[in-house]
């Protein structure tokens, strides 16, 4: 069998997955991607952006999203307010969501904007509300989980965009554009995963 991976620039409003289930008339892959019987490696949710991988490797989705293997996950977040050293502390021990204690994670606030693409629709303005961005990286990939951390330490999610999955970054790619990944990339995927054929 031929193995195709397949990095996806996700923008806000599209749906992870191939067909709108529940006919909510939101946009999805397929408005995208033409490429048969490669399938999201992870989600990310419907109103956040960024990188997404595609694969028709099983074994690929397996090493990469259960937990126990702890790949990273980056994300830029914007969120209302600016978070002090305690709410940076305590995002960095884990905190607990929905009866679950989170792992720890890298989180660090950036002293400016990432250089982003304009959102479509674009977040809401508060002249009153300052916001700030974080980098948080992951090690583990919970349904809505960043929203809810942040949440968890009183600064809420205006913007989240994940820019890296393991050894995988967005690089150039714009929101709505894909690409096939690299020999180069494929084969530091395969050391990270120790998957020998992808």
Sequence with gaps: ???????????????SQFTDRHETSHPTLKDYIQIPDVY?????????EGLLLLSNHGGLQHRLCEPKFGHARTYWVQVERIP???????????VTIRNYRTRSAQVRLLS???????????????????????????????????????????????RLVRVAI????????????????????????SGLTNLTQL
């Design 1 to 15: 069998m031929s193995w195709q991976h397949v990095l996806f620039y996700k923008p806000y409003g599209v749906l």
């Design 40 to 48: 999201p490696v992870g989600r990310l949710d419907r109103d956040s």
């Design 84 to 94: 002090d050293d305690d709410a940076i502390q305590q995002l960095q021990r884990g």
């Design 112 to 158: 400016d904007p990432p250089q982003l693409p304009l959102r479509v629709p674009p977040i809401r303005f508060r002249k009153r509300v300052p916001t700030a961005w974080l980098e948080m990286t992951l090690q583990e990939g919970r349904n809505r989980q960043v929203r809810r951390m942040t949440a968890a330490v009183g600064f809420p999610v205006l």
């Design 166 to 189: 393991a050894t995988l970054t967005l690089n150039n790619l714009q929101p709505g554009q894909w690409r096939y990944l690299t020999p180069a990339e494929i084969a530091q995927l």
